[in-house]
């Protein structure tokens, strides 16, 4: 697919697809850098349905070709920051939990974590995706342990199996009781 039909991407794009079927397009793509950017400026131009399929793509793709999809880090932060769409969340911060993400977005990506967690209507999907991302950041940012608990501890799927086991992931630093 050196060449790659546009048409024959948007109509794939239309239907539903297994995992299978899809990384079988992947592998089709191999590492062509056009198709990634098509695909990434197809996000904001498709129905809901579809940007969920063309961001499940990316993720796939991602996953087999790390190398290039580090050098679209900035746009995947760029829809993160923009998109409404759980589907699309859960995709791309999949892409960062993957296959980590650089020193300049940690900022950004930190806001965004906070920013999903406190939005209610998400899908645990897109929270314990958040967690996830957190927990990397916490990692290298242990000072973020307050903003992090009140965060998390009082948030309403805080009961939910993968919330929970996300938040277990935790290790808080103990008081300095003097």
Known sequence: MRDFNKEYLLDWLKTSHSKSENNS?????????KIYLFLISLVDKVDASQA??????LRNW?????????NF????????????????????????IDNGFPTK?????????????????RAIAVHANSL???????????E???EIKAT???HPNRNKASFNAGIKRFRFKKPNIN
């Not at 880090?73 to 995709?91: C, G, P, Q």
């Not at 996830?132 to 242990?142: I, N, S």
Request: glycine letters at 2%.
């Open 25 to 33: 397009l992947v592998r089709k793509f191999k590492e062509n850098e």
């Open 144 to 146: 973020l342990d307050q």
């Open 52 to 57: 969920a399929r063309v961001t499940w793509v």
């Open 105 to 121: 977005l940690e900022g950004r990506l930190t806001h965004y974590c906070f920013r999903v967690l406190l939005e209610n209507k």
């Open 73 to 96: 880090t900035t746009k995947f932060m760029n829809i993160l920051e923009r998109s409404d769409n759980d589907s699309v969340l859960r995709n791309l911060s999949g892409i960062f």
């Open 132 to 142: 996830a991302l957190l927990y990397q950041l916490h990692k290298k940012f242990p």
């Open 152 to 154: 998390i501890f009082d």
């Open 62 to 70: 991602s996953a087999q070709n790390n190398e290039l999809a580090n």
